[in-house]
């Protein structure tokens, strides 16, 4: 049985990002449709069981917290 694979995916110029439920719809987004840069795209798997947390400021940058899903 076909199972997706979640995928986090940032930009790390603009810090644009969005989270794929299915890993094999990614090629939507060749390149940041924010500031259309195709070389700066940096993707994350997330496994079924974890989730994650995305905060962003001007002082620290991006910061992302992946946990495990609690059951």
């Not at 496994?47 to 495990?68: A, M």
């Amino acid at each position: 049985m076909y199972k997706p694979q979640s995928v986090f995916v940032l930009c790390d110029k603009c810090h644009w990002c969005v989270t794929w439920l299915d890993k094999t719809k990614m090629s939507a987004y060749d390149k940041c449709p924010q500031c259309t840069d195709s070389e700066m795209l940096s993707s994350f798997p997330i496994l079924p069981d974890e989730s994650f947390t995305f905060d962003y400021s001007k002082k620290k940058g991006v910061e992302l917290d992946f946990k495990r899903r609690k059951k």
